[in-house]
């Protein structure tokens, strides 16, 4: 029992008096007439059931127990006591140890009572902050979200930290990750030399350091704002996954109330903790298994290669410039998630080409080399017969050939050679066949109307492959980007013909930056474009109502700013050491 406490109050703290005047009513009639009975601490009345008119020189005691040990009894003074019998006093005293005995029962229960309350508070406590603080530190599978949202609790919460820092275990050990207070994290970084430390990571149990100045484990390495400390670890199974330290500049400034809450705010981290880094690897998984995939596109064609990650890198620039206007599109603001999403749409935009034909895919001219030479072999054989000039037609021919817009003349050229037949030993021959004919008059690029449908089939090529990877909530709306990258606001695209709001606007941000990358690099078919050519065919695209008029002004507007962000993109999340987790026995 606190004895600072003056006599009345340290009373007050075992028993009400209004219960303890109750015991002395009910014992008093079975006492002489004029007794009056009291309650001693230390042999001084404190506490008597009628008023003091008289001395207490001659008194019969019996001790009360109590929780706290004190010098506690209860006393009679019996009026006339000389003149009683032994049975009379004999008596007196069996009433006085009933007394006494009821009153300490009584105060054993109340104590018992009472520390079941404190000990049920003190549990609601704990499973209020644990509530509170699952809700808090699962809120997200993000490392920094999780260590915020634990220094965030450690502010707030009734803890007397002025200071505090967490840390985390690096490749080379531990640093701090976030910290509150103020003071600079140089001053807390010394810790992680102390044996205290260290002790705190191989026990895995927390410990309370009242005066750091008295403790040899770590009062060397300390700042001198610091003078108690409360050093948590946060576990998980057999892994420090870190720890916690908070500091006051004040002595005894933690007890035990505050090592528990900690403890369990600590455990809940932990777990919390474990969770981002078992969600980090998965993203890493996932991130690494999806750019090889790009990888696998991009090794077909050597001419394409690059194209899905300048892509991806364009349109999350892109859709950051957007994020930032405050003219067309004030109402769009991409978040985080949203860019590593449009980023994976662009890395995996063309991944359905995996299933598309290779002689179409990478099809550099209208017709192939060895078809061109047999059509020269019949020019030839046809001016042998016939004593004509065949080179000049030939020649002519594997022009049309390679031409991605052949003018009039030439198709008419082409046309009229196809009625040409001419007979060598009685058989006829054709100067074109069909096939032939229809390739070489094809008005724009090189691909004929079955094989621009077989290009056309890799948006939903795409969807197919990539139906089978079960792809986090983050990343819903990828496969829809994807399919829809080659949609036109006029209702003119493939797979669906969708139009207007009907496609995601990552999906008109996509379209845009593949048509730009596309136009701008050398293809098998065509030299390299340059940009301010490129930039006026996606206007003419624009005004055309094929691509969204203002993402493109913008785009266009913007062009140095989006190339200049692009180069510094870096969502591919390479693994980070953050996630190295130290078990306890590589900490001796």
Known sequence: MNIGLNPENRLKKIIKPKKLKAFMQKALPLLPEGSVLCVYIDGTPIFCAEPICHSFEETILSPLKNPFDDNLSLGAFIVNRAKLSKPELSHIKSVLDFTAFSISNYIESETARRLIGEETLSKYRELALLHRSIVELNNSLRLKDVITALTNECKTSALPAEMGAVYLPEEEGFTIFDSFGNFSTNELENLVECRLFKDIINSLRGEIINDVRKDNRCSAKLSDKIRSMLIMPIPSPNVCEGVLVLTSPGTNA????????????????G?????????????????????????????????????????????VSFARQISQDKNKFEHIVFTDEQLREIFYSGILHDIGKIGIKEEVLTKKTRLPTSMVDVIGMRLKLFGIHHRQEWESDYKRIKQINSSLSPDQEDLDFVYSMSTQKFKVNGSTIHMLQPDERKSLTIRRGNLTDEERLEIERHPAESKRILDHIPFQDDLSQLLTIIVQHHERMDGSGYPEGLSADEILIQSRILAIVDIYDAITQERHYKPATPKERALKILSLEAGEGKLDQDLVTLFINNISAIESGADSINLDRPISTRFCKIPRGNMN
């Open 254 to 269: 933690f007890n035990a109330a505050h090592l528990k809450h900690v403890n369990t705010l600590s455990s809940v981290a």
């Open 271 to 315: 777990i919390s903790i474990s969770n981002a880094y078992n969600f980090e690897s998965i993203r890493v998984l996932m991130d690494a298994l999806l750019k090889a995939l790009a990888e696998a596109i991009d090794a077909r064609d050597p001419f394409t290669a690059g194209h899905s990650e300048r892509v991806a890198h364009l349109a």
